[in-house]
């Protein structure tokens, strides 16, 4: 394919239709992207030719055009002597370089419109490149977020995950427990405390009723 024919299916080309029918955007937009770049540099290289030529013509414009003024000037002097034989020979000659002036005027023309269109078409498809990077980069933000939201949704339904929630509650459950075994040893510890001081105290009263009645048979045994 030619570089003007392949320039024009790229400036003419639909981005988002070529990406919405590729199996892998992000492949195909890379390769857009290299198709261009590699487009720009023939066409720098291309527009180089031209201008190198641009300057050749330039300077053949510029000689042929001193000496038709040069053969033009003879054709006046030889007038100004009477040769008009001579200064008819001059003017011919003058026609010559006046041709080849007009000649090589029209071939910068040429050129000239050459370099215009592919300033054109350079500038379109610098603004395909722009718009094909921007993609690129959408493409690639989109890829990252899609990862990071994929391997999210992974994590959140692991079973690594809800194994550690498992075990989790289990280790929350023990503890409970272990509060539980706690608080039931104070309450136990209270009862038995309540418990232990009820018998103290009737175990005093009946000691005091045996010591009250001990006495009382002493005072009886030694009062006879």
């Given at each position: 394919?030619?570089?003007?024919?392949?320039?024009?299916?790229?400036?003419?080309?639909?981005?988002?239709?070529?990406?919405?029918?590729?199996?892998?955007?992000?492949?195909?937009?890379?390769?857009?992207i290299?198709?261009?770049?590699?487009?720009?540099v023939e066409?720098?290289?291309?527009?180089?030719?031209?201008?190198?030529?641009?300057?050749?013509?330039?300077?053949?414009?510029?000689?042929?055009?001193?000496?038709?003024?040069?053969?033009?000037?003879?054709?006046?002097?030889?007038?100004?002597?009477?040769?008009?034989?001579?200064?008819?020979?001059?003017l011919?000659?003058?026609?010559?370089?006046?041709?080849q002036?007009?000649?090589?005027?029209?071939?910068?023309?040429?050129?000239?419109?050459?370099?215009?269109?592919?300033?054109?078409?350079?500038?379109?498809?610098?603004?395909?490149?722009?718009?094909?990077?921007?993609k690129?980069?959408?493409?690639?933000?989109?890829?990252?977020?899609?990862?990071?939201?994929?391997?999210?949704?992974?994590?959140?339904?692991?079973?690594?995950?809800?194994?550690?929630?498992?075990?989790?509650?289990?280790?929350?459950?023990?503890?409970?427990?272990?509060?539980?075994?706690?608080?039931?040893?104070?309450?136990?510890a209270?009862?038995?405390?309540?418990?232990?001081?009820?018998?103290?105290?009737?175990?005093?009263?009946?000691?005091?009723?045996?010591?009250?009645?001990?006495?009382?048979?002493?005072?009886q045994?030694?009062?006879?």
């Amino acid at each position: 394919m030619g570089m003007f024919s392949r320039m024009t299916d790229i400036v003419q080309a639909n981005l988002n239709a070529m990406l919405d029918k590729a199996e892998d955007p992000e492949k195909v937009i890379r390769l857009i992207i290299q198709e261009m770049e590699e487009t720009l540099v023939e066409i720098r290289s291309e527009a180089a030719k031209y201008i190198a030529q641009q300057k050749q013509f330039h300077r053949q414009q510029d000689k042929f055009q001193r000496e038709a003024d040069s053969w033009l000037k003879k054709a006046e002097l030889a007038m100004s002597k009477g040769k008009e034989d001579l200064a008819r020979a001059a003017l011919q000659e003058k026609q010559k370089y006046t041709d080849q002036v007009n000649a090589v005027n029209e071939q910068l023309n040429q050129v000239g419109e050459l370099l215009g269109n592919l300033q054109e078409d350079t500038a379109r498809l610098q603004s395909k490149l722009t718009e094909a990077r921007t993609k690129q980069k959408t493409l690639f933000s989109r890829k990252q977020s899609a990862t990071v939201r994929l391997k999210a949704k992974t994590v959140e339904h692991s079973n690594k995950i809800e194994s550690a929630m498992a075990r989790f509650e289990q280790y929350e459950q023990r503890i409970d427990n272990l509060e539980a075994q706690v608080e039931a040893y104070d309450l136990t510890a209270k009862s038995e405390s309540h418990d232990t001081s009820l018998k103290a105290q009737f175990r005093e009263l009946s000691t005091s009723d045996d010591i009250d009645k001990e006495l009382a048979d002493l005072k009886q045994k030694y009062a006879a």
